[in-house]
């Protein structure tokens, strides 16, 4: 019974800053993702450029 009565705060003082953590891992990862993309982006670029230089 008196574990019912500590699950609010639990969850409260877990669950709430467990939460944050992914938020913030998701968005860490949302940047490498999206730091690899320009990288590639800007190889394409610089590919395309070689290539109309040679035609």
């Known amino acids: 019974m008196e574990f019912i009565l500590l699950l609010p705060l639990l969850l409260y003082y877990i ?4 939460a944050i953590i992914l938020f913030l891992v998701w968005i860490y990862k949302i940047k490498q993702n999206s730091e690899l993309s320009t990288k590639q982006n800007q190889r394409i670029i610089q590919l395309l450029e070689e290539i109309s230089k040679k035609s």
């Open 15 to 18: 669950g709430i800053p467990l």
